[in-house]
């Protein structure tokens, strides 16, 4: 038998299906989308098959490449299979996306959680945007997103709820007129919240300065130049005390989107994690590994 079914296009393959397309997978993958279609070709040789048909813009697998799938997922495990149990690992790469409510405090604890549960991954974190991180999730680019909002899309799973305090310079005082708000860009959750929060207590209230980025919030709200809603699970950030004088909005839901194709096994211990740091007992949770 001439034809062979190398390894690597054979991980190409896979990753286009879970990935949901060869753009995707080449992200992945850190290679071309040349590269990419090339791996096919040479699995279509190999096999006389034709794999891939096209579907107007996109791609779909024809009879012959679902069938290769499966196979080309049985061979993968048990290709690496042998090479674990000779000691070899193929350390994978976990990116999980964040916006940056709270994440100070929840990365390290689900660094350090996930590192204890998944030893033969390796975890990388992305902060941005809400709106980025769904567009880096759906192009493939995460594996994982922490978005705040609830909602009932089929990715995500709800894993607890953010507590929001008011934060101010330690000299700021309430106006007599309209609150001034230091907040992120809209779209925000946090500005939103703050905004309809005082709306319903009947308290009139202003951007005073707004930021895309969390140390430009705590930098303006500690310069006096507002209040500023956060989630900080308890800890104060530096150059701000909490306030008592505003109402107290509801928790933020905390949501953990997944990618298609993730395996549930790496989803199930973060999100099992998160749920673990969001509880009443986050210590305990931790020293658990929950």
């Known amino acids: ?13 896979v990753a286009v299906a879970d990935r949901g397309g060869f753009q995707r997978a080449a992200t992945y993958l850190h290679l071309s989308q040349a590269a990419v279609s090339q791996h096919t070709r040479k699995l279509e040789a190999a096999t006389g098959r034709r794999l891939v048909a096209r579907d107007g813009r996109r791609s779909r697998f024809t009879p012959a490449g679902e069938q290769l799938l499966g196979y080309a997922r049985r061979i993968l495990a048990l290709h690496d299979e042998a090479l674990r149990s000779f000691g070899v690992e193929n350390e994978e790469t976990i990116v999980i996306g964040s916006t940056e409510h709270a994440a100070a405090q929840l990365l390290p604890h689900l660094s350090a959680t996930l590192g204890t549960a998944l030893p033969d991954h390796r975890v990388r974190y992305r902060l941005d945007r809400g709106t980025a991180l769904r567009e880096a999730l759906a192009t493939g680019r995460l594996d994982l997103a922490l978005l705040p909002g609830a909602t009932d899309d089929p990715r995500a799973t709800p894993v607890g709820d953010l507590e929001l305090t008011w934060y101010s310079a330690p000299g700021w005082t309430r106006p007599t007129g309209p609150v001034p708000l230091v907040a992120f860009d809209s779209p925000c959750a946090l500005r939103t919240s703050a905004l309809e929060t005082l709306a319903g207590h009947g308290i009139p209230a202003e951007i005073g300065a707004e930021a895309n980025q969390l140390a430009g919030v705590h930098a303006a709200a500690a310069a006096g130049l507002g209040v500023a809603l956060l989630a900080t699970l308890g800890q104060t950030p530096e150059g701000l005390i909490p306030r008592g004088d505003l109402p107290l909005p509801e928790p933020l839901p905390l949501t953990a ?27 305990i949770a931790i020293a658990q590994g929950a």
């Open 1 to 13: 038998m001439d034809q062979i079914l190398d390894i690597v296009p054979l991980r190409s393959f």
């Open 257 to 283: 989107w997944r990618r298609q194709g993730l395996d549930p096994f790496v989803s199930g211990h973060a999100i099992r994690s998160l749920r673990g740091l969001l509880s009443a007992d986050p210590e």
